[in-house]
């Protein structure tokens, strides 16, 4: 268990968020074979995401303003190999950037989180759901551009991966922009417009 784990005793980020999902977990554990979701807090503040997914098993596991290295370092064993998911959408890496992380970096550990995840669960079908380009974050544009470019030529050669676009689904028309009216007011995360659009574009592959 998490509680008796060094980890625990460490204080990871975010430590009580994976604490709240155990305690979930054990009350009423998802069934295994699931369609899981789980990255940043555009996963976790996607409040309806069950419900625009009805007819699937959908598994939300969004954890605060994490970080890709968190994920790959910490997360794993509490909020994704447990569920033994027959589909992961991973959405992470904007926040390790606004941290003065770059770019080559988010993407060698999303490299690393790719290889455990092959390891410990090979039947996983793996869907990487591209960094977004934020209106108050537009100082990090071309960071994120290589995060996701880099993490798309891995993608290309790999068995059962896929690089998902979402950013051309919240584009003002006719730019390379994000439209700030698909965000809350914070220009950071997005509003029920916004993830529209981001359903739009992964019905299909939930499906």
């Excluded at 003002?172 to 981001?198: C, E, I, M, Q, V």
Aim: hydrophobic fraction near 40%.
């Amino acid at each position: 268990m998490l509680a008796n784990s060094v980890f625990a005793q460490e204080k990871f980020p975010f430590e009580k968020e994976i604490r709240d999902y155990q305690r979930q977990d054990s009350l009423s554990f998802p069934k295994l074979n699931g369609i899981l979701f789980i990255g940043s807090s555009s996963i976790r503040l996607w409040n309806d995401l069950e419900q625009r997914f009805l007819t699937q098993p959908i598994i939300k596991r969004g954890v605060g303003g994490c970080e890709m290295w968190q994920l790959t370092d910490y997360y794993t064993p509490y909020i994704l190999f447990p569920y033994h998911p027959r589909k992961v959408f991973i959405f992470a890496g904007e926040n390790d950037i606004a941290n003065g992380k770059t770019g080559k970096f988010v993407a060698t550990k999303f490299k690393e989180l790719w290889g455990k995840i092959n390891k410990q669960a090979p039947a996983t079908e793996i869907y990487f759901l591209s960094i977004k380009l934020s209106p108050s974050r537009a100082q990090y544009r071309e960071e994120v551009l290589q995060a996701n470019a880099l993490i798309r030529q891995f993608l290309a050669a790999k068995p059962k991966s896929h690089y998902v676009d979402l950013a051309p689904a919240i584009y003002k028309p006719g730019t390379t922009r994000s439209d700030s009216a698909l965000f809350k007011a914070d220009y950071l995360h997005l509003n029920a417009k916004g993830y529209d659009k981001w359903q739009a574009v992964l019905q299909p592959l939930v499906n």
